[in-house]
């Protein structure tokens, strides 16, 4: 059995793999191993959850996989087997960070004294505020308060008073962009250039101790990309009705606002955002990526999608 995690449904597309009628399409899955796909509130604790055995594999995102390293957080180690997705390509969806209408935050500078929504601290989209403060002289950790809630309820929790802004993923941006919520920024604004977001790790001792499965499983884990997105309206149905989400905004994601996808480990791109992050103070202390990242699963198969 291997054990999957993930945050976000439909934009991590290991999620995906939790849809029979999607698993109906994998060629490996029930012969060469079987799978149980649970969700997280954060990437944090599905790190938690590798490192305390109740997980092989799980989605992860800048900040949480670089502390998870740096802080040696997982008995036997962790690796980088896949990325799932880039942030803040000038030419596909960056995490968006909105306001009420009628609100007076309407641009970076007035984050000051803020209550910002965030579904934890600890995450890459935590690092994406702080990168945007930092660029504007503004502390941190003394200038802002984070409040963690799901992303789902961040327009009630503006509603409520509770948060002045969220930051979006791309399929929870979708609501807010259509709304007529205020931009304030987009990551694109934070950062000079796009970068690795998140990653497919695994746990070593589950490298070691179910290496056939996984290979075998990452076989299917291309595979279902392929068939994502070649037949979106399809797959937008069925996602919607398996995570119970509006199926318009599970097809608008995935066919106009989704993030940039290079499913290949890139590991120049991942060490400049690690250093980055080790700047910013996020993480301990920066490594060499290339010590706890390989393509050696995925690179076999890159060359079946035709998207």
Known sequence: M???????????????????????????????????????????DSINAIAAGEADMALVTTESY?????????????????TDFWDAHPDHFGFEIYSEPDSDITEPEDLEGADLGVNATGTGIHAVYVKMLTELGLDPDDDVTYQEQGFATFLEGMADGIIDVGI?????????RNE?????????D??????????????????????????????????VIDYIYNNTDEVSELAADHFELDEGVVNEFLT????????????????????????????DDSFDVDEYATNEYIEPHLDQLDI
């Open 2 to 44: 291997l054990r999957f995690n993930f945050v976000v449904p439909v934009e991590n597309i290991g999620s995906m793999l939790d849809i029979p009628d999607i698993q109906d399409e994998l060629d490996n899955l029930g012969e060469e191993y079987e799978i149980e796909v649970s969700q997280d509130a954060s990437t944090p």
């Open 66 to 82: 670089g502390n998870a390293i740096a802080g040696e957080a997982v008995p036997g180690g962790m690796t980088a087997i896949a």
């Open 168 to 176: 979006f993923p791309g399929l929870y941006a979708v609501e807010p």
């Open 180 to 188: 007529g919520y205020t931009e304030v920024f987009s990551s694109q």
């Open 190 to 223: 934070a950062f000079e250039e796009e970068y690795p977001f998140a990653y497919v790790v695994a746990g070593n001792d589950a490298l070691d101790d179910k290496e056939a499965a996984i290979e075998a499983w990452m076989e299917d884990y291309v595979g």
């Open 256 to 283: 106009e606002h989704d993030f940039y996808r290079d499913f290949g480990i890139d590991t120049a791109a991942m060490q400049e955002i690690m250093d980055e992050l080790d700047e910013l103070g996020l993480i």
